[in-house]
């Protein structure tokens, strides 16, 4: 990588699991496919809307399935957004979701040339830093906790966990939740994982339990049993396109 400069790239990984550091900063976008990942002691997924921001030197582990592809923007230090002090992970926004896009299809065209990338690598960059802005800074214990659902909900994640995320005991916690959202926590954090096991299973051709496990759910029959209870419809219908 030049000094000064950014790199762009898509790739795809083969299935299983690795485990590296490396001495400049890395973000990851999700194109198609899903991405499970440990940074520190933080872990998530990177698929759907979810992207990670992995600071130089940091330790981190990564397993795929499938088919994937995902855009990774390498960053010397001095070109990097700054770290969440919340979660490396964050929420890609609609505009940073179609720069994604638009990179995967340059990329795969070659007809971005040097300048073209730099200029787009930039562009990426400033959107990834609002997006974590966006995710960690400013944010009410409320949207904090939304946060570390999306960023975590394929964990076994409990509401006493979200809560002391969120800075509150778990009774003031359900309290306000419902008060500002109109859901409980437990139904906020099921949407969730069924925005992101109805997204996979439209984009990807990944078996359904291996969805519902990547989703959050602990078994297929647990994410076809929520689907039908809340949305009135299952994985098979979904994929065949009748609901």
Same mark, same amino acid.
């Given at each position: 990588?030049?000094?000064?400069?950014?790199?762009?790239?898509?790739?795809?990984?083969?299935?299983?699991?690795?485990?590296?550091?490396?001495?400049?900063?890395? &973000?990851?976008?999700?194109?198609? =496919? *899903?991405?499970?990942?440990?940074?520190?002691?933080?872990?998530?997924?990177?698929?759907? @809307? #979810? /992207?990670?921001?992995?600071?130089?030197?940091?330790?981190?582990? %990564?397993?795929?399935?499938?088919?994937?592809? %995902? !855009?990774?923007?390498?960053?010397?230090?001095?070109?990097?957004?700054?770290?969440?002090?919340?979660?490396? %992970?964050?929420?890609?926004?609609?505009?940073? *979701? #179609?720069? $994604?896009?638009?990179?995967?299809?340059?990329?795969?065209?070659?007809?971005? /040339?040097?300048?073209?990338?730099? +200029?787009?690598? &930039?562009?990426?960059?400033?959107? !990834? @830093?609002?997006?974590?802005?966006?995710?960690?800074?400013?944010?009410?214990?409320?949207?904090?906790?939304?946060?570390?659902?999306?960023?975590? +909900?394929?964990?076994?994640?409990?509401? &006493?966990?979200?809560?002391?995320?969120?800075?509150? =005991?778990?009774?003031?916690? +359900?309290?306000? %939740?419902?008060?500002? $959202? =109109?859901? $409980?926590?437990?139904?906020?954090?099921?949407? !969730?994982?069924?925005?992101?096991?109805?997204?996979?299973?439209?984009?990807?051709?990944?078996?359904?339990?291996?969805?519902?496990?990547?989703?959050?759910?602990?078994? #297929?029959?647990?994410?076809?049993?929520?689907?039908?209870?809340?949305?009135?419809?299952?994985?098979?219908?979904?994929?065949? /396109?009748?609901?």
């Amino acid at each position: 990588m030049q000094s000064g400069r950014m790199r762009l790239s898509l790739r795809s990984y083969r299935e299983g699991e690795d485990a590296h550091s490396h001495g400049f900063h890395q &973000a990851v976008l999700p194109v198609d =496919g *899903v991405m499970d990942l440990t940074v520190g002691d933080a872990g998530g997924s990177i698929a759907y @809307r #979810q /992207g990670v921001m992995i600071m130089r030197g940091a330790r981190h582990v %990564f397993r795929t399935r499938g088919a994937n592809r %995902f !855009i990774v923007l390498d960053m010397l230090p001095g070109a990097a957004p700054p770290a969440s002090q919340r979660s490396p %992970f964050f929420d890609l926004d609609e505009t940073l *979701v #179609q720069l $994604t896009r638009y990179a995967s299809g340059e990329l795969v065209s070659g007809g971005l /040339g040097a300048e073209g990338e730099f +200029h787009l690598a &930039a562009l990426i960059a400033g959107k !990834i @830093r609002r997006c974590l802005a966006a995710s960690d800074g400013g944010l009410g214990p409320i949207d904090r906790a939304i946060g570390v659902m999306r960023a975590r +909900h394929a964990e076994r994640l409990t509401m &006493a966990q979200v809560a002391r995320a969120a800075g509150l =005991g778990v009774s003031r916690f +359900h309290d306000l %939740f419902r008060r500002e $959202t =109109g859901r $409980t926590p437990a139904e906020m954090l099921a949407d !969730i994982r069924l925005d992101c096991a109805e997204d996979l299973l439209g984009r990807t051709r990944l078996p359904i339990a291996e969805i519902a496990l990547l989703v959050g759910f602990s078994e #297929q029959s647990a994410l076809t049993r929520s689907l039908r209870r809340r949305r009135g419809t299952t994985p098979r219908a979904l994929r065949r /396109g009748d609901a």
